[in-house]
């Protein structure tokens, strides 16, 4: 019989316990929450030695940039593609090597190229790329290239190239509005003439 | 708001219109429109709040978003908008083998017997649906209606884990209904009525005219009466009827959609009438905590759903932190716990009123 009502008290105030513990946590959410709202914040890159420095070699995940403004449609990267993931399309420039100011051409590369083509299309799909880095070797301007390495200083450092939507991940480097915009200055040269 | 003042005022109102069986009708239905819309919106209210106090309880956040779109609102809040919309475009699958008529059957039984239970609630002083001189031994015997559904559904499903489910929440449901009708009988003791607006009235006058605190075998009253409704609701550590890590479903296992949303929306309705009786009968319904403090009509709702959801919290809380009873565990709680706890107490009321009154 006593076992009895000890086996009520200890269960009661075991049960008390539990739900203070429970209580406590419920109200101390705000510092003891584990929760990453994961795209708002992320935690922070951690510091590692793989036997070179931090700034030095960046071993965080590389990607393919273009620097638009270099390219000159030769159309070499994307024949070595392996995958086909490059698509580009290009306009003969009306004039070789001079800058067209309605859609931001730029004439001349930085290696002081002229360029012939204005590139219309320029999407690289990081769904497909396989990071084999073939692509950057054959280029004449040096204008597509991997982020990291040498390059991290040009770039901010991401390492997760995540999205909301699919379609984000076909980065597109052509700048927007190229294609309409080089047809109409066309039209209206030939207008003129 | 009773249906006869109802009835009255439409009367006066369409004084043109000659058939009162019509003017009963539309009497008769407004009330209910009124119950099932609280049960939907109760229904989101408890399914946010579960969410969130769960997720608060296990360090978590819960439904989080930044807008509306993709996320869930600013701190999910749109989450029990999306749940339902989910689950009202679910295919309604019914299983072949199963007994197609009591399949479905089952749900709208335990929404009938969720329902019909608002009918005797007071909510504050003037509304009430019906003032039932037996409003709580009403509520009582429909809110045992419940089992019928449960075990139909468990049965229906030609399911082995199914009609585990019914079979448990029916031995459960059955056993439980004696320590609480032990309790209510404390209450009826006490307020020498069985009619729910006497009861309140005779706890008026500050919280210590409450009958959960008139004397110390009602306090222990209150207590066993909270614990047996939450296992009746099926709910929090007394879920074993459905318990999700053995019978997969319990007696839900083969329902989806729409008839799955009529259960669950019952489940929280359930909740919400058991509270309810709990808040008029140990807790004063809608009478203020402070004699004569923020009384009136509206300030009497705001006491009344008050002291409910301060009751639903509790079930939440109970819910996520005790771990699931056993089946024996479960019994031996009910028959040798509370019956005996519940049969000193009416003694124990009883002894008092004479001695000290």
């Known amino acids: 019989m006593s076992r009895y009502f000890r086996n009520i008290a200890e269960s009661l105030s075991s049960l008390l316990t539990g739900m203070g513990i429970t209580f406590t946590h419920m109200l101390k959410i705000k510092k003891g929450n584990v929760t990453l709202q994961y795209p ?66 730029v004439g001349i590369t930085s290696n002081g190229t002229n360029k012939v083509q204005v590139v219309t299309r320029f999407d690289i799909d990081m769904t497909e790329c396989c990071y084999c880095n073939l692509c950057t070797y054959p280029c004449p301007e040096e204008c597509i290239y991997m982020t990291g390495g040498p390059n991290s200083k040009k770039h901010p450092i991401d390492y997760e190239f995540s999205e909301h939507d699919r379609s984000d991940l076909i980065y597109r480097f052509a700048k927007p509005g190229t294609k309409e915009g080089i047809q109409k200055v066309k039209s209206k040269q030939g207008a003129q003439s | ?5 109802l009835y009255t005022t439409f009367s ?20 209910i429109g009124i119950i099932v819309s609280l049960m939907a919106a109760n229904a989101i209210v ?67 017997g969720a329902i ?24 009582m015997a429909v809110g045992s209606l419940a089992v019928i559904g449960l075990i139909l559904a468990g049965w229906s499903s030609n399911n082995k884990w199914s009609l585990y489910g019914g079979m448990r929440s029916a031995a459960q449901i059955i056993s439980y209904e004696i320590p609480a009708g032990l309790c209510v009988i404390v209450i009826i ?25 008139s004397n ?8 066993v009466f909270f614990i047996c409704i939450v296992a009746e609701t099926n709910r929090g550590p007394f879920d074993i009827s459905e318990a999700e890590s053995e019978l997969v479903g319990g007696f839900h296992t083969e329902y989806s959609g729409f008839r799955w949303s009529i259960f669950f929306l019952s489940e929280y309705a359930n909740m919400l009438i058991v509270a309810f009786v709990a808040a008029t009968g140990f807790l004063g319904g809608w009478q203020s905590p402070f004699q004569d403090f923020m009384t009136g009509p509206l300030w009497g709702t705001f006491w009344m759903l008050g002291k409910v959801f301060s009751l639903l919290f509790v079930m939440i809380w109970f ?18 716990v509370f019956i005996p706890i519940s049969l000193i107490n009416i003694f124990g009321v009883g002894i008092w009123t004479i001695l000290i009154g």
Request: negative net charge.
């Open chain 1, 40 to 105: 708002e914040e992320k935690w922070p890159r951690p510091e590692r030695n793989i036997g070179f420095n931090h700034e030095d070699y960046n071993v965080i995940r590389s990607r393919l940039t273009v620097d638009i403004n270099d390219c000159i449609g030769c159309l070499k990267c994307e024949r070595i593609c392996p995958v086909q993931c490059i698509k580009i399309e290009t306009e003969k420039a009306p004039v070789r090597g001079e800058d067209i100011n309605e859609i931001n051409h």
């Open chain 2, 1 to 5: 708001m009773t249906v006869d003042w």
């Open chain 2, 12 to 31: 006066q109102l369409f004084s043109f219109i000659e058939n009162t069986d019509l003017l009963f009708l539309m009497s008769a239905i407004l009330p």
């Open chain 2, 46 to 112: 408890m399914v946010y709040a579960e969410m969130k106090i769960s997720a608060f309880m296990q360090d978590r956040v819960g439904p989080m978003g930044q807008g509306p779109g993709l996320h869930a609102g600013k701190f999910g809040i749109l989450q029990p908008i999306a749940d339902p919309i989910k689950l009202l475009l679910k295919e309604d699958t019914i299983p072949e083998v199963a007994d197609k008529p009591l399949f479905i059957l089952a749900p709208f039984i335990i929404f009938l």
């Open chain 2, 116 to 139: 019909i239970g608002f009918l005797a609630v007071p909510f504050n002083e003037n509304v009430i649906v019906v003032d039932l001189n037996i409003g709580i031994f009403y509520i």
């Open chain 2, 189 to 213: 003791m006490l307020a020498g009525s069985l009619n729910m607006q006497d009861i309140i009235h005779y706890q008026s006058g500050g919280m210590l005219n409450w009958i959960i605190f």
């Open chain 2, 216 to 223: 110390p075998f009602s306090f222990v009253a209150f207590f």
């Open chain 2, 319 to 336: 819910r996520w932190t005790f771990p699931r009873l056993r089946v024996d565990q479960l019994m031996y709680i009910c028959w040798k």
